[in-house]
């Protein structure tokens, strides 16, 4: 199967007409009956036809990027009339995301499948996607997932695709990675800056009641030959659940293709690791009266690294789950 990607870039040059003047598209996959043409609509909107056998009437968008409908179609290439369901994205800019999406409808169909019924749950799971993938994806913002990327990466290639679970990316979430004895708490700092790391809140460098935190700082270098994509290519590689990950890194604030994620490109210096504990000169909740922490909100602060004393350069993976030796 050639990439969605691929044929969407040479309909644009060799493509024919599904309706007059209105698409000039490739067939991109032929199943019996069923056929799926994906090329540009007006030459500047992304589109795809996938042809159905259901006579149902639908019509519908997707966070105003993405419509749907139930259209006819004249093959050109064949002078035959067919029945498809059309899916347009109407903001070129977000081209990338909607290629991904498209990918997944196309690995999802199968010679009986109900094309109305696979579109539509996908255009469900997609909506929250677009959501983040209307954003711009900052520097910074970028090189946070990064480095919490590389991290699951190491932990994943020594204990295996479970560690997926370890990492932590809801709103009701503490610390980045979170295991049955011990919690660690990820940042990213730039090779060229890395005497001090941002802290947000009281809790981020809070010790647990029970086990251990670790503050694991990666040291990065921008401009690199590495990027979020590529990390989390290697993780599905290392036999990661794609979905999860997917859903993961949306709550992260990355979505593959989101405008300004390809600019964003890093290397991998090295890892410090530091234990917190009661005696670490950080500030967390248990500093302080309730009182005073009750009414403290939206609370950042730069931490210097030297405060902390000597750092490990390794981390054990055993500490976050039950299989596995090997340190990071």
């Known amino acids: 199967m050639s990439s969605t990607k691929e044929i969407f870039h040479a309909a ?21 009956r069923r056929r799926t043409w994906l090329g540009y609509q007006e030459g500047k ?9 259901s006579e149902r009437e639908v019509s519908f968008s997707v966070s105003k990027v993405i ?33 991904v999406f498209i990918d997944d409808v196309r690995n999802s169909l199968e010679g009986d499948s109900d094309v109305i019924e696979l579109v539509n749950a996908a255009a469900s799971d ?6 983040v ?16 990327l590389r991290f699951l990466e190491s932990l994943t290639d020594s204990v295996g695709p479970s560690a997926i679970a370890c990492w932590q990316r809801t709103a009701q979430d503490i610390h980045d990675f979170t295991g049955e004895s011990a919690r660690v708490e990820v940042k990213t700092s730039a090779f060229q800056n890395r005497s001090a790391v941002t802290i947000h809140g009281l809790r981020q460098l809070e010790p647990p009641t029970t086990g251990t935190l670790t503050l694991a700082v990666a040291e990065v270098q921008r401009h690199g030959a590495d990027s979020i994509y590529e990390a989390a290519e290697r993780l599905r590689g290392l036999g990661v659940d794609h ?25 991998l ?31 950042s602060y730069s931490l210097s690294l030297g405060s902390l ?20």
């Not at 109407?90 to 290629?99: A, G, I, Q, Y």
């Not at 997609?126 to 959501?131: A, D, F, G």
């Not at 979905?243 to 600019?263: H, I, N, Q, W």
């Open 45 to 53: 909107f992304a589109v795809a036809y996938f042809e159905t056998d």
């Open 12 to 32: 644009q040059r060799d493509g024919s007409q599904l309706v007059v003047g209105e698409a000039s598209v490739l067939v991109a996959d032929s199943t019996g």
């Open 309 to 328: 004393g000597e750092s490990s350069s390794k981390f054990d993976c055993a500490r976050l789950a039950a299989e596995g030796s090997s340190s990071i």
């Open 67 to 99: 419509s749907i409908q139930s259209v006819d179609v004249n093959d050109e290439t064949t002078g035959t009339m067919s029945r498809a369901l059309k899916v347009v994205c109407h903001e070129p800019r977000l081209d990338e995301v909607f290629f």
């Open 243 to 267: 979905a999860v990950l997917t859903e993961k890194l949306r709550d992260a604030g990355y979505v593959e293709g989101m405008p300004g994620s390809g600019e964003h490109t890093f290397s």
């Open 269 to 299: 210096i090295s890892w410090r690791f530091w234990e917190i504990d009661r005696q670490t000169p950080a500030l967390n909740r248990s500093m302080l009266t309730d009182s005073v922490a009750d009414a403290v909100s939206s609370l």
């Open 126 to 131: 997609w909506r929250r996607l677009l959501h």
């Open 133 to 148: 993938a209307m954003t711009e994806l900052s520097e910074s913002a970028a090189a946070g997932i990064y480095g919490e």
